[in-house]
């Protein structure tokens, strides 16, 4: 079972109480934490991914020797076909030709019950990779599971940090990310602050953003330039903050 890592408990008044309050969110050991999963979730796939092809390429040239090979056996078909016209022609050789034509079919049979004894075994292989299918559909549905339960014991711990952090990250549709920043605006603490990431392609793109923030296609170049998302999201944060500052 995976180490939950809890937040310390916080005794506010006694922080409150000290001249210059400061809480400790261990951003640093989070951030660490969630680089090793991306870096462990992108090996795996990349992995999965060259399994993939190798098969693929594996597959594709046993079917064209196959393939090559049912060609040369039509061929040599044809070419009997057109040997036992000649031996209706000549009634001389027929003993001899049949006795030709007997050893070609024996061998086609030989080469059929090869090809069957194949199919039976691609057949069993078939079978093998339903199985493993099976058994990776079960595998996943068990993590799916261990997901959710180890999500239904962080939800209250996210909350906390959430609301400390003055923001949410939700994902909404199939590739796009919800971003809420909170206690941006000292006139009016619960304004928020939002915008829409589609992640789903090569690059970040912001689908919407309230209110506007002119900032805003800057540091998106910057996102796509650095792919650091949590340096993102600070410094959307501090353009938001920025903009709610009250002039002189």
Request: aromatic letters at 4%; one cysteine or more.
């Amino acid at each position: 079972m995976a180490h939950v890592l809890r937040p310390p408990q916080i005794d506010l008044a006694a922080i409150l109480a000290t001249p210059n309050p400061q809480i400790d969110l261990r951003l640093s050991v989070y951030e660490n934490s969630t680089r090793n999963f991306l870096k462990a979730v992108a090996n795996y796939k990349n992995r999965h991914i060259t399994i993939i092809s190798e098969r693929r390429t594996a597959q594709a040239t046993e079917k064209k020797r196959i393939i090559e090979k049912s060609q040369a056996i039509e061929a040599e078909t044809n070419q009997c076909k057109l040997r036992e016209i000649d031996l209706v022609a000549d009634l001389e050789r027929e003993k001899e030709e049949r006795k030709d034509a007997e050893l070609s079919v024996a061998a086609f049979k030989r080469q059929l019950a090869n090809l069957r004894e194949k199919c039976q075994s691609i057949d069993a292989e078939i079978e093998q990779y339903r199985a493993m299918t099976a058994n990776l559909r079960r595998e996943r549905a068990a993590e799916r599971t261990t997901l959710r339960t180890h999500a239904a014991r962080v939800s209250p711990e996210l909350a906390v940090t959430e609301r400390l952090l003055g923001c949410i990250v939700e994902g909404i549709e199939p590739e796009n990310l919800l971003m809420r920043f909170t206690n941006i605006d000292p006139t009016a603490p619960d304004r928020e602050c939002t915008l829409v990431v589609d992640i789903g392609g090569s690059t970040y793109k912001v689908v919407t953003s309230s209110p506007p923030l002119p900032a805003l296609p800057l540091l998106v170049n910057t996102l796509n330039e650095t792919r650091d998302v949590y340096k993102f999201v600070k410094d959307v944060r501090g353009a938001y903050s920025a903009q709610f500052l009250p002039t002189t």
